[in-house]
């Protein structure tokens, strides 16, 4: 899927943002230069749904446009849940759905930081769009989205994500396992039926 860049003011946030996540993130952006992934959006309200410290960092530094993707949030493929596993298990403890999502958007009750996680069609890739080739105006002040959680909030709040990320990690190697058992079954039946060695049942 191919980026485009969008007004800034067409956009709108779904979740605030963590005040020492988006320093560090607008530390890295200038240090390196260039934004490295667009945010994701829906077609229909361009709400974000993936890259919200982002937006939010071109936001304060007034940038007028934004290198966004946008998706056809109708499309049953594209999912949300609460937590990583929610990718490839539905635990019943899927509290959010598409439906909360839009009408948080429009109606600007924002989510805390990191509260949704949004699972797309396709891999996330990334661009080198240089800053200075995006037109840019006064600095916005952005307080209002910004969480009052303190730093060590911050810090639980990522330990919290890497403990989801090492139990979506956990499944993979499950899947991984279930798969290889399967494939190690087909190849035992094709090596039984090249060696004529299996029951024909449609003669028992």
């Known amino acids: 899927m191919n980026y485009e860049l969008v007004l800034i003011d067409d956009i709108k946030p779904l979740e605030m943002v963590f005040k020492y996540h988006l320093n560090n993130l607008k530390r890295m952006i200038e240090t390196d230069g260039k934004i490295r992934q667009p945010i994701i959006i829906d077609s229909d309200y361009n709400i974000v749904l993936d890259g919200s410290h982002r937006y939010i960092y071109f936001l304060q530094e007034g940038y007028k446009y934004i290198p966004v993707i946008k998706v056809n949030y109708k499309d049953p493929h594209i999912r949300v849940g609460s937590h990583l596993k929610h990718r490839f298990l539905d635990d019943g403890n899927i509290k959010i759905t598409k439906e909360e999502v839009i009408e948080r958007g429009l109606n600007g009750n924002l989510y805390p930081p990191r509260t949704t996680r949004h699972f797309f069609t396709f891999r996330k890739y990334s661009i080198n769009l240089p800053l200075t080739d995006i037109e840019k105006s006064d600095k916005r002040d952005v307080s209002i989205y910004i969480s009052d959680a303190s730093l060590e909030d911050e810090i639980r709040h990522n330990e919290k994500y890497i403990s989801e990320i090492d139990e979506e990690?956990?499944?993979?190697?499950?899947?991984?396992?279930?798969?290889?058992?399967?494939?190690?079954?087909?190849?035992?039946?094709?090596?039984?039926?090249?060696?004529?060695?299996?029951?024909?049942?449609?003669?028992?």
């Open 169 to 204: 990690l956990e499944e993979l190697d499950n899947y991984i396992s279930e798969q290889g058992n399967t494939r190690r079954y087909l190849i035992k039946q094709i090596m039984m039926m090249k060696n004529e060695s299996f029951t024909d049942l449609s003669t028992v």
